[in-house]
């Protein structure tokens, strides 16, 4: 293939091919570590026929699966250095548990797990993702080198695919590197045979980088922590054995993934290096304790907690040596204002940032990458994510850093993440985690290794922790409607059914009694059949209703009737066997409800004009529930009510979840928000209804509300609110103000209430009981907008 680029998929005889002037796709092989393999690591070989070395800086090998989806993307490994003439070059890819023999040293090193029987190769020049994913396209890419399409792929050169592929076997070029454009002709299958660009193959190199010197058992070997990290997210010596690594037992995992830290007494001058490392002990309790000076010898890998996080740098399979005990530790790095970077993480055009050079004075993330598995360390921290059930808790190191009015600290937009926030555990299993609620300080000193999880990102395991000091956080109590205002409220009440317990049923009784004051209207989301998650195509919540507002009965508020539709079982998301639905309370002394027979779990209701005035044509009902925007997901439950001889509309609603999107902590930046197409559709509908309604009576009284499962700066609330039919009554607050939901230490808005431009006299209140704290009734916080219809009549 020439080395502009370009390549075709018209199959040309085999006998016209003539050698490549240009780097090709040599061998390709994805069965590494899989059953019945030799080889440990799968692997990607480069060859060169030209007669000048071919330099491939700021090239890449990447990957794509066979038989793409949607949601597919292009895996990226980047490159350095150059092919000399006639000579090969090696990258290392993903490592499986099987297999018994390490590739040679390899010149390039990801962690792609690639397919062993189908997927796609590609040689560009450049690190950014490819986007294509069918053959046309990728023929149109001018950055792509070299492509090899093995097995049933489906982006591939010419006639079809190389075949053969498998565990056992790679696809590979005739030894001349013969180039066709036909993956069909070029390759054949046969035995894995990697060659790196010093002409080593397996057992003629030292297969693994591990710097073994033939010295004594208790000298270390060359290789050293910071060598294992180097200066990205991933180790140059994934999938191969170290020897004799030196460190200081700095931690001790005996719960969880087992294992321990150790970190090298002795840094070296780059700050992009990590000096510390997980040791993984898998299913074998540690024996070694803080203060160890030890020798670790095993296998390096990447480990990832999830498909889209960042990874874990680990030794596993270890054999350890106990040198001396009792040695003192490293000092650790202070977390501060001063210390972390204000900028949150590198972008990769949405791909991967793992091959990046990590800038740890520029980055927050960069920052906290290059001390991964160090000893790090905070005083007095605020704590801005209350204790949960797992023992864990966040502290803002940054308490300047866009703070609550209680304690917290607000995302207030997608490019402020908040970069003094950290979450913290504690490696003491014999002690009890505190119980801490938001705006509590952990006083005093915690320090610990730094690791990293898929729920949060980087976190402190704290060897010592502060000790916890209670300001004092109170549930908040809004204050009771005036008789001509009507009270209009929203409040998630997490998967209650009839089959939970009393306490349950009490608390949340009680934030509604109590803390909402009562109410009217209460539109209550997350409300479970009768049975809770059994499964078995009950979809009625009469139980449920019968018990909760009974509760609330007890504690001291009205009588409430209710509405609702029930779903079609199991076709409205949530828990499986669940059916999650939207319901109506309303207390019958103070407004009224109008039915309008027939809505049910398939018919839309729609706004109609009579000789009385506008109305549903079934009340309750159903926004277009038959619409693509709600599939799997909770359809607006919209209801006419009357109060006071004015007639109001409310829409509740649950739009569909984040489930699905990247973290904003993980590798791909910037993260895709792929559930926020569902709910930009849902928004749409629900607008579109709005607009209707005041089609037929501009001065329409409609409140919407509910769990939008998005923030108030999102393209969900924008879509909702288009053409200014409806007012988000969040941006009313003062800005420290705005949250009904606290997620990794960020204080966020998710729950909402709208209002229509009729609407002009209100006063609006989240209130406060859950999110913040320790002991919930619900993660989230109700909230409650108080209408004076008369001053809106009088409008």
Known sequence: ??????????????????????????????????????????????????????????????????????????????????IAPGARYLVGEGTGSGGTTALPTTDATGTIAMSATSGTI?????????????????AADPSIVDLTGYGTAVVREGSGPATGASNTAAV????????????????????????????????????????????????????????????????????????????IVTGVRSSGSLGYWIQDPTPDTDPRTSEAVFVYTGSA????????????????????????SQSNTEIGGPTTTVLSSGNALPDAVALNATSVPDAYIPTASGGSIESLALQPTVY????????????????????????????????????????????????????????????????????????????????????????????????????????????????????????????????????????????????????????LNSPDIVALEEIQDDNGATNDGTVTAEGTLKRFTDAVRAAGGPAYKWRYISPTNNADGGEPGGNIRQVFLFNPKRVSFT??????????????????????????????????????????????FTFQGEQVFVIANHFISKGGDQPIHGRYQPPARSS?????????????????????????????????????????????????????????LPAAERYTYVYDGNSQTLDHILTSPAVTSFNYDVVHINAEFADQASDHDPQIVRIDVSKCRRH
């Not at 690190?127 to 994913?133: D, E, G, N, R, Y």
């Open 364 to 515: 927050a993330q960069d920052f906290y990458e290059s001390l991964e598995g160090m000893r790090v360390t905070f005083a007095d921290a605020r704590v801005v994510g209350a204790s949960d059930a797992y023992g864990e808790l966040w502290v803002t190191v940054k308490p300047n850093e866009n703070a609550t009015a209680r304690g917290g600290t607000l995302y207030s937009s997608y490019d402020q993440p908040n970069t003094g926030r950290i979450e913290v555990m504690s490696l003491d299993t014999t002690s009890t985690f505190p119980a801490a609620n938001v705006g509590d300080e952990l006083s005093g000193v915690t320090t610990g290794p730094l690791d990293y999880s898929t729920y949060g990102g980087y976190n402190v395991q704290a060897t010592q922790l502060g000790t916890l000091v209670d300001k004092g956080l109170k549930q908040e109590v809004t204050r009771r409607q005036k008789g001509d205002e009507l009270a209009v409220a929203t409040y998630n009440v997490e998967n209650l059914d009839a089959l939970d317990t009393q306490e349950k049923f009490d608390r949340l009784a009680e934030g509604v009694a109590v803390n």
């Open 676 to 732: 926020e197409t569902q709910r930009a559709a849902q928004a749409a509908e629900v607008n579109t209804f709005v607009k209707s309604l005041l089609a037929a009576d501009k001065n329409a009284k409609a409140v919407v509300l509910g769990d939008l499962n998005d923030y108030e700066f999102s393209q969900t609330v924008t879509t909702l609110t288009a053409d200014k039919v409806l007012k988000p009554l969040i941006t009313t």
């Open 285 to 308: 309790k540690p024996t070694v304790a803080v203060g160890d000076s030890v020798l670790v010898t095993g296998k390096v890998s990447e480990y990832y907690p999830s498909s889209t």
């Open 1 to 82: 293939m020439g080395a502009a680029g370009a390549f075709a998929f018209t199959a040309l005889p085999t006998a016209s091919a003539t050698p490549s002037a240009s780097a090709v796709i040599a061998e390709v092989y994805g069965g590494g570590g899989n059953s019945g393999a030799t080889l440990t690591r799968d692997f990607v070989e480069l060859g060169n026929a030209g007669s000048a070395a071919y330099d491939l800086s700021g090239y890449s090998v990447q990957y794509l699966p066979g038989t793409p989806s949607s949601g597919s993307t292009w895996q990226v490994t980047a490159l350095t250095g150059a």
């Open 122 to 138: 590609a040689l560009v020049s450049g690190t950014t993702a490819l986007t294509c994913k069918t053959a046309a396209d990728c």
């Open 595 to 640: 039915d309008h027979p027939g809505g049910d779990a398939t018919t839309a209701t729609s706004v109609v004009k009579t000789r009385k005035g506008v109305e549903l044509t079934y009340s309750p009902g159903r926004i277009d529930p038959a619409n693509a925007a709600w599939e799997d997901s909770r359809k607006p439950l919209v209801g006419e």
């Open 172 to 247: 590979a070029r005739a030894d001349s590197l013969a180039d066709t454009d036909d993956n069909a002709a070029d390759f054949t299958s046969g035995t894995p045979s990697p060659v790196n660009s010093a002409g080593q193959t397996p057992g003629s190199g030292d297969g693994g980088g591990d710097g073994g010197d033939g010295g004594s058992p208790t000298d270390p070997g060359t290789v050293r922590v910071h060598d294992i990290q180097g200066t990205t997210r991933l180790s140059p010596y994934a999938g191969q054995t170290v020897t004799r690594v030196p460190g």
